[in-house]
């Protein structure tokens, strides 16, 4: 079983950033494939980015090319979502999402951070 922990959501002005942290505790974290999602008011939460187990996939939504920014280091069991250049529409609850599926070992959610984005 995994437990995820997010962090480092707050209040930006657009065209500012902000870093998020997830940390997992847990065996086997390395064999998860990660993922960051949000969900704003009345909207479905959606994928944001995700990044296989040693980093060699990294997918990102349309609408944070080239801003967001997603790593990990498994030898702290972490993953990260570097958020440059924020606009008011990435206001939203942030998800860490850990997906071990296909290795038979489930998938779990963090209980999200609140990132804020307002002039």
């Known amino acids: 079983q995994l437990q995820l922990v997010e962090s480092g959501g707050e209040s930006a002005q657009p065209g500012g950033y902000v870093r998020l942290s997830c940390e997992a505790s847990?065996?086997?974290?390395?064999?998860?494939?990660m993922a960051w999602y949000r969900q704003s008011p009345g909207k479905a939460r959606e994928l944001v980015a995700n990044i296989d187990s040693y980093s060699e996939n990294i997918n990102y939504v349309d609408s944070v090319k080239g801003r967001f920014h997603i790593s990990r280091d498994n030898s702290k069991n972490a993953v990260y979502l570097q958020m440059n250049q924020l606009e008011p529409e990435d206001t939203a609850v942030y998800y860490c999402?850990?997906?071990?599926?296909?290795?038979?070992?489930?998938?779990?959610w963090g209980r999200g951070t609140q990132v804020t984005v307002s002039a």
């Open positions: 999402n850990a997906d071990g599926v296909r290795g038979g070992l489930g998938e779990y």
């Open positions: 847990g065996a086997h974290f390395a064999s998860f494939s």
